[in-house]
Nanobody, 125 residues
C-alpha cells in the first residue's frame, strides 16, 4: 500500500492558480497509476486527472482539460496538480490517490486503493 499526504490547497480568486502536491511513501511508488479526485459539498467524489506509472500518459476530466496539468516525479515519489484559470466550480476537497495494484489500469474511483487525507481548494468569485 502507498501512503499519501497532500499539500498546497488554499483560497484563490477566480482566474488564479494553485499547485497541489502529494508526497508518497512506499518503495514501489513508480509502479502505480496516480490520480487526483475532488469532492464538492453535497456532491460525490469525482475524477479530476490521472497519470500512468511512467508519466507518459495523462487523462483529464472534461471540466479541467486545458486548465489543469498532472505530473509526477518518480525519483522524489511525488505527484502534482497544477491548476490554472480556476473557477468557483473548482471549489472542493482534493484527494490524491494511488491505484489499487501495481501496473493497474482504469480511472474509476473504485480502481484506486490508497487515498490521502484531502486538501481544501476554495475559489472565490
Amino acid at each position: 500500500q502507498v501512503q499519501l499526504v497532500e499539500s498546497g490547497g488554499g483560497l484563490v480568486q477566480t482566474g488564479g492558480s494553485l499547485r497541489l502536491s502529494c508526497a508518497a511513501s512506499g518503495r514501489i511508488f513508480r509502479s502505480y497509476v496516480m490520480g487526483w479526485f475532488r469532492q464538492a459539498p453535497g456532491k460525490e467524489r469525482e475524477f479530476v486527472a490521472g497519470i500512468t506509472w511512467t508519466g507518459g500518459y495523462a487523462n483529464y476530466a472534461d471540466s479541467v482539460k486545458g486548465r489543469f496539468t498532472i505530473s509526477r516525479d518518480n525519483a522524489k515519489t511525488t505527484v502534482s496538480l497544477q491548476m490554472n484559470s480556476l473557477k468557483p466550480e473548482d471549489t472542493a476537497v482534493y484527494y490524491c490517490a494511488a491505484h489499487s495494484r501495481p501496473y493497474g489500469s482504469g480511472w474509476d474511483e473504485a480502481d484506486f486503493g490508497s487515498w490521502g487525507q484531502g486538501t481544501q481548494v476554495t475559489v472565490s468569485s
